[in-house]
């Protein structure tokens, strides 16, 4: 136990899902847990999962009760890391679960959140060119936002090599725990179940942003996202699906290789054998993510295809993961890599 | 009463769904009910819920048991239709719910489905530009596909007024009774709750020249078409997400307006109001397809969406629409209009 | 359309059953919408489903919005019913899909809601021994609650003929529609999704007196009733598992002859074939119970299990129903019989 | 790595939670995967969330693939085990996930499994009083059924303490997963989602024997149950809603005080606090049960519910927490306690 870890926003999904992982994290002890309006109620009444844990009262998410740990993992909503984060001190790591510090661009920052930009982090999804070098060591993290993990993860080496023109399109079908724990009228069962939905169409999600900033990177060059998620009847797990136009001469070993190639020795991202295709189940809990390529001749798109778990890979275990690399310790650590399937 | 109605593959979930709609149509009794390997057993062991026709029992499939009646509605296996329609008679309808007759280009039948091309009927998407004239009086319909059904109403108002370049992306998220009846590994409960999945994917659906014949013809140019279909939890319903680039100086507002050009008289087809997008939960049991529109101009894609419910629209409630045309009925005889929620 | 209707409280999910219902019925004509807080928004904005009256703006509930029709559907949280009722009139039917009226002990109604009892109605389960005779020409009707509908179903043969001792065990799987539409936490579909759980245990449900009411009527002599309510990832359907000691030499063939008897004439009510069990799934949408028993001799209990959909046979196609009574319409007038399945 | 274990049936959800479970089990390797119909395939074409195991072939399942391990899993259909048991020598643990060797008396195997009695074998639920010390260095287990798992640990504190008669009422929700992996029409993704059904009603089902067999022995007098399994649509899960007539003077105190005194040490099976019911949800991925008790004074009854992952608590999970038992390993080695929710 080389570590201490206080977990804000505990009553959360990601707070919990953080603390579901902690609880077998060889070398992270689990801190001071705190939430807002939950505070002073039991962990047990929000995460009766969470049974090792389960009398342990919530803390009030301030500054003095997160002091005094190695690394605090903030799960709160919007616009409210930033004041926490100033205050603990620069040797304190901070992982920010939430979106406050993932854009680089000002503005668009402002455009997409209505409020001034807090700053920017390093960025949390190791497996991007260039990002491991930049967590290791850090006392900030940004950790990515769910889609944008999935999507990049599933286009990333496309754009990296140079397969396919910068402009992307990518459907992403997601389960519900992604939307948070708050009780909404279309978030409740009966609207849920049997129901497939779309919403923030036409570039109006506010993870857009980080989609273009990420693979505008890895390409080099501006690239365009159309972007839409869908809501399907699942608790847990993203699909996205991925293409763009293919670049003259371009054949499916091509791609093949070049995902194999960018991939080769990522402990977390799988592209699978050749015709089998990824499905959220086989990710559930796992900080894994499954992908496989192919390309569309007649209609001249590669198309790739990723799944993982929103709350694993896609926010607690990618949290993780950054720290690992931040703390120095085996990026692998204590993160689970199968799921638990069917 | 003024028609009598067979149902070949009476025992499938296609059949029970053309049963469903007949029992309540005012205009159409129903007659013969065969099967292939189900022949001799009661309905009621197949579709409990169609509580009228519990007691009977189902007849072999042979022109024999089909012969005699006004209307013969095909729920078979492809490949079993050309046989049977060609010793009907000319004046008995014959409403093919499979694909056997759905395309015009031999050489693309062959290429998807590896058999002789049989021919081809009117195509029963009455929304189509000139498909009503086609329909009216005709003694044979081919019923499209359920994904061609839901994307293509998405999408040829686009293509038919120009708005978009000829190069469609189309991800559609559907329910299991699309796949049918017989028990396969991958759709049994356990693989499917709680999963999101990718088949077919590549251009590899053999949906994928029935989407590319229907928008070319809408559009009057070779169209392009890179589809993938998700399979997700839940029983009934497809989601279609169609994107295409955006032609100059589209916005909107041009395209909101195009959309409700082309929707305007339709009776089963309706344009969400603004800011609405469709959910398939709204069309459970009916013959109605929602659909809404708009345009991403950072990333300068047209965006529509449309739900239908897959086995009524998709393919037995469409069924019936045609065969009102082809009868010289109201087109809207007998078909349910609102949906079945939550 | 002899008679018109207004619902109040129809944005809820039993006024828009009522309304998915009306909206087909021959004989009456839907009259005034009203709400509580969703009042002055459009009904389309709730239930986009019921695309034919999706322009249809909200009214407040008052006794003035409801006046003037000849039958009011009251949708409405328990304790409102009363005042509006009292001032409609007695020529008006008015159908009460809440608990108010239910119950004839006003010691069993404040044991378990807790404020004055406001009195009893004719109970709108015209299936009970001299329910019909009761409903007839009345102008109030109380609707049974979805469980007593379901459970009491599957057990009143039994008590009426005196197969079992007067000691019921019910436990009754439900979908989350019953639980109605207002947002709380253990309703989100996060928490419901691949979750099977108990509330309102050891007698605590507000169904239990109502239960007992019922099946003591039936039976003649007091009966206990152990009932558990078990919520169960569907949108809609209940089904009933309901088990009670035989009495001395009562075997499965006289269990079956007697609810058969019971049962011959009802045409919402069906006894299966022997060794077909029901499921929730044939019921979607249709005022239909599907029944079956046996009897364990082992354990010396007859077994019996219905199904229904909450929302039609066990809310609004159930206050339909009792309505056509009340109207002298005949019983079946309007209301599906077959199920939406799969 | 003390010990080295061979899995038979590694391709069903049994066999592929065992090895799911082992991957992190610090004293037992995995050794051969062996499978009937799929041998020659690899594990990953039928557990890809196993992915340090992906590419492992499955052997055939005889003698000669299985011996040479310190513990051998069998999770084959009935009636396999006893012959390759026979023949492993006594010196290998074998840790049965069928149900050849659960039953005592061959009269009741006879009756419900129409074979001859293979024999009874330690039963490993380690809860039941006397179990351990059984189990404790025996080299052979049977492993309970999933549903007597669940409904024994709810009723057994009851029984052993004399709260209730022996007169038992088990009604038991179930996800698909308990069914297993073999394709029926039954069990298709669209005839399971939005349904809740019943089988094996009156006594018919296989567990039945089970029951009676354990809660006698708790009792220490003959115990009937009845007992209804409810199929719902999740993947993993049971919820059993158990009640018996209570004995003169017992209160919800005395229940709880016989509950807590029952459970107090139990490492895997967790009295929830006054008020909190139990949820399948908590439970997946687990080998833990939660338990809550009340009496419903009206009804005269006890009634008390448990929930179990069918799989781990129920299958896997009891079947490595009795090998570690009989390996003379601490009891919680290598099993997870915390549930992945939501």
């Not at 849920?192 to 857009?208: E, F, L, T």
């Not at 990710?283 to 390529?293: D, E, F, P, S």
């Amino acid at each position: 136990m080389g570590y201490t870890a206080a977990v804000a926003g505990a009553s959360g999904y990601a707070g919990g899902e953080l603390l579901r992982i902690l609880l077998t994290h060889p070398d992270i002890e689990i801190g001071a847990l705190t939430a807002g309006g939950n505070a002073g109620t039991a962990l047990g009444a929000h995460h009766p999962h969470l049974l090792p844990l389960a009398d342990r009262v919530l803390a009030e998410t301030t500054v003095e009760t997160l002091a005094g740990h190695d690394v605090v993992f903030l799960a709160l909503p919007h616009g409210q890391s930033a004041a926490i984060a100033d205050r603990l001190g620069d040797d304190v790591l901070v992982v920010d679960c939430g979106a406050d510090f993932r854009l680089t661009d000002p503005a668009a920052w402002e455009a997409f959140y209505g409020s001034p930009h807090a700053g920017t982090w390093p960025y949390g999804l190791p497996e991007l060119p260039g990002a491991r070098a930049a967590l290791t060591g850090t006392r900030r993290v940004a950790v990515p936002g769910c889609y944008p993990t999935c999507g990049t993860l599933a286009l990333f080496p496309a754009l990296a090599e140079g397969l396919v023109e910068p402009e992307v399109v990518v459907v992403a079908a997601s389960g519900t725990s992604g939307a948070g724990r708050a009780p909404k009228p279309t978030l409740i069962a009966s609207e849920v179940m049997g129901a497939a939905s779309v919403y923030g169409v036409g570039g109006a999600h506010r993870h857009n942003p980080e989609f273009v900033q990420n693979l505008s990177a890895v390409a080099g060059t501006p690239v365009t996202v159309s972007f839409t998620p869908v809501l399907v009847p699942m608790p847990r797990g993203i699909l996205a699906t991925c293409s763009a136009p293919l670049r003259p001469g371009v054949g499916a070993a091509e791609a093949r290789a070049a995902y194999e190639r960018r991939l080769a020795d990522e402990p977390f991202v799988h592209l699978l054998p050749e015709g089998t295709w990824p499905t959220t189940a086989m990710t559930l809990g796992a900080n894994t993510a499954l992908l496989q390529v192919t390309v569309d001749e007649a209609a001249g798109r590669l198309v790739a295809v990723a799944a993982i778990d929103n709350l694993t890979k896609g926010t607690a275990g990618g949290a993780i993961q950054s720290a690992n690399i931040a703390l120095g310790l085996p990026e692998t650590t204590g993160l689970p890599v199968t799921g638990v399937a069917p």
